[in-house]
């Protein structure tokens, strides 16, 4: 089991060792996963109904809802 | 009441946001299949050419996979902040099912990505191509629960209306699965990726043979290409056309909206240009009986009766019960804890007038129609060039087979300027789909101007521009890479 796992492991070590063109590929993932979750998530995508209650949710909603 | 220019903004947001993902999605399910059956013919013959025409198509893959990938979870971010009612109000459908579907899909393909390019020279042959294979049919699972989550909002099937949570809750889950929008929808949304796959791979091999460079390469390609190409657009012409039936059966108003038909009945018209008709074609087509009734904007408006008796109400019948529904939701939220019996009638009204939940909403019933001219476009623009590359893939395939092709340098820079056609033709698909539902964005239940969060509309203003300025750049970063790789080429005759 523990070889199979270490074969598994040195297969993701070599294959990303052996990358040219495709570390390129993984360092634009990267800054996009950054922009994406620190920027956009941290600064400008707080969701609406966090930090309340499920019994704050639904009454929040259910007045959205009603009074409009 | 909510600002119209909120409901706008957020509307052009999410549609900048959805056309963007959508611009890598399909390549990357028409590609996944092209590459594998490279590889397959690879495995079937030994010939080492096919194993090198494979790594350079997966390379392609996989720089539009890298930056495609993850353009999906901004729609997520917009669900949670720009659309907060809608979201709750959903409930069960997205969530839990879309975020285990995110897993696996997310499992499934790291692991098959991996093996399929760390792999070549350490699995074997056959294990590999299992694994080529499985990276598509993850991609094209990976599409599922969100297409049937999108069916649901253009028919709602499966789920119930529960006051005390404000939520839908799932009370049939193969009526949802199998919900017939979503059926369609999947393979016509899975088919055109094979479409855009086909088109992209023919046009930059066309590109090649303009340039004479990599003449087998580009040819074999060309072959494969066409060949799944020809045989996605056939699906995709089988899925539109239950979706034409699909959106008369319960999206009348969308269907009109695309034909421009303000007057409907039997033997209807179908448009092929304002002023050009076929007669009885829409008839056909919607309902496949010459004699069929299609409904016009005009008939939904003020009510009708089909040939078989079946009366359908007016928008103001419609938005008379949907104040109703509306009251009635209102009321019972107020009486449940202090008088349960009235309450109780409360709910009665409610659960008997929730199907016109939404049309509480409406102010007047001219809110009711899509934009006419955008849908009407936006569906030639689909049928036109999608029946365009067609038969560009049928006349190239035809050709190659003679080996005339490359000497028809003038068909080539038609295949190789058709590349952006067929993205066209994809966002055209999705306006048809999208903008035709309006004012919904969940059929009869719930409104954008009701769906859209209470937020600043100088924040979605900002973060639209954001999108724009970042969007613009990875597609611009993704484009120099990709146009670097394809000059580069498989070098395959250098070899």
Do not use: C
Not at chain 2, 126 to 154: D, E, K, P
Not at chain 2, 377 to 406: P, S, T
Not at chain 2, 453 to 467: C, E, I, R
Request: glycine letters at 8%.
């Amino acid at each position: 089991m523990k070889s199979r796992l270490m074969a598994i492991w040195n297969f993701y070590v070599e294959g990303f060792r052996a990358m040219t063109w495709g570390r390129q590929l993984w360092l634009l993932i990267l800054l996009k996963v950054v922009i994406l979750f620190v920027l956009l998530r941290g600064f400008f995508f707080r969701p609406t109904l966090a930090g309340k209650s499920e019994e704050q949710r639904i009454e929040y909603i259910g007045n959205q809802l009603t009074k409009r | 009441m909510v600002e119209t220019a909120l409901v706008d903004w957020s509307r052009l947001q999410f549609a900048l946001t959805a056309g963007y993902h959508w611009l890598f999605v399909p390549l990357t399910l028409g590609l996944a299949v092209i590459m594998a059956t490279m590889e397959s013919i690879y495995v079937a013959t030994g010939d080492e050419f096919w194993k090198r025409t494979t790594k350079f198509w997966m390379k392609i893959f996989a720089i539009n996979f890298a930056v495609g990938i993850a353009t999906g979870i901004i729609l997520e971010f917009e669900f949670g902040t720009n659309w907060s009612n809608y979201s709750w109000f959903v409930g069960d459908i997205f969530g839990a099912p879309l975020a285990i579907e995110g897993i696996f899909a997310f499992f499934m393909e790291a692991t098959f990505f991996a093996v399929m390019f760390f792999g070549w020279e350490k699995v074997s042959k056959r294990f590999h191509l299992a694994a080529t294979w499985l990276t598509g049919i993850g991609a094209a699972i990976s599409a599922v629960w969100i297409l049937i989550a999108n069916a649901w909002m253009q028919n709602p099937v499966g789920m119930e209306f529960n006051p005390d949570t404000v939520r839908h809750e799932m009370v049939d889950f193969w009526a949802l699965v199998f919900n017939p929008v979503a059926v369609s929808k999947f393979f016509h949304s899975v088919f055109s990726g094979w479409m855009t796959g086909a088109i992209f791979v023919i046009g930059i091999s066309s590109w090649y043979l303009l340039k004479r460079r990599e003449t087998r390469f580009a040819l074999s390609s060309i072959r494969v290409a066409a060949i799944v190409g020809i045989v996605g657009t056939l699906a995709v012409m089988f899925s539109g056309d239950s979706s034409g039936v699909h959106a008369a059966k319960y999206q009348p108003m969308k269907l009109a909206a695309a034909e421009g038909l303000e007057e409907g009945g039997p033997r209807a018209p179908f448009s092929i240009v304002p002023g050009v008709e076929i007669p009885a074609m829409l008839s056909i087509l919607a309902t496949h009986d010459v004699d069929g009734y299609v409904p016009g904007i005009n008939n939904i408006l003020d009510g009708y009766t089909t040939p078989d008796g079946e009366r359908h109400l007016s928008a103001d019948e419609k938005i008379e019960r949907g104040r109703i529904a509306l009251e009635a939701f209102a009321s019972y939220r107020e009486l449940k804890d202090s008088d349960p019996e009235a309450a109780a009638v409360a709910r009665q009204t409610l659960d008997e007038n929730i199907e016109y939940f939404g049309y509480g909403y409406i102010d007047s019933k001219e809110e009711l129609v899509p934009p006419v001219t955008l849908v009407y476009w936006a569906f030639r623009v689909m049928v036109y060039v999608g029946g365009f590359l067609l038969m560009l893939m049928v006349v190239v395939l035809w050709l190659e087979r003679r080996n005339r092709l490359k000497d028809m340098r003038w068909l080539l820079w038609v295949a190789m300027l058709s590349i952006p056609l067929v993205y066209l033709a994809g966002q055209a698909g999705w306006i048809v789909a999208e903008v035709g539902r309006q004012p919904w964005v969940i059929d009869g239940l719930l409104p954008v101007k009701a769906a859209v969060s209470s937020v600043s509309v100088a924040v979605v203003q900002t973060t639209f521009w954001l999108f724009v300025a970042i969007f613009t750049l990875f597609l611009v970063i993704e484009m120099r890479i990709m146009i670097k790789a394809i000059k580069q080429g498989p070098n395959i005759e250098t070899k």
